[in-house]
């Protein structure tokens, strides 16, 4: 199974019992709607899915990985 998959799944196993808030750009908001609607997945599973694969991988690669997001986003900004 690989790793996008086994995500997805113990997204469904957790207890979703905490909220949590942020801003995000519209452009970004508009892309993960396109991708909720071709997924017939709702924009929170598909955001839930997206920052579990995120951690699972910065657990793995550590802060060089994250430090590359995020040099990725001063260059589009």
Same mark, same amino acid.
């Given at each position: 199974m690989i790793a996008s998959q086994e995500g997805m799944l113990e997204s469904k196993r957790m207890k979703k019992d905490s909220q949590f808030t942020f801003r995000i750009p519209s452009d970004l908001?508009? %892309?993960? *709607? *396109?991708?909720?609607?071709? *997924?017939? %997945?709702?924009?929170?599973?598909?955001?839930?899915?997206?920052?579990?694969?995120g951690v699972e991988t910065y657990k793995k690669r550590g802060s060089p990985f994250l430090q590359r997001l995020l040099s990725g986003q001063k260059k589009n900004s």
């Open positions: 908001k508009v %892309r993960l *709607e *396109e991708i909720a609607l071709s *997924e017939g %997945r709702s924009v929170a599973q598909i955001c839930i899915a997206l920052l579990q694969e």
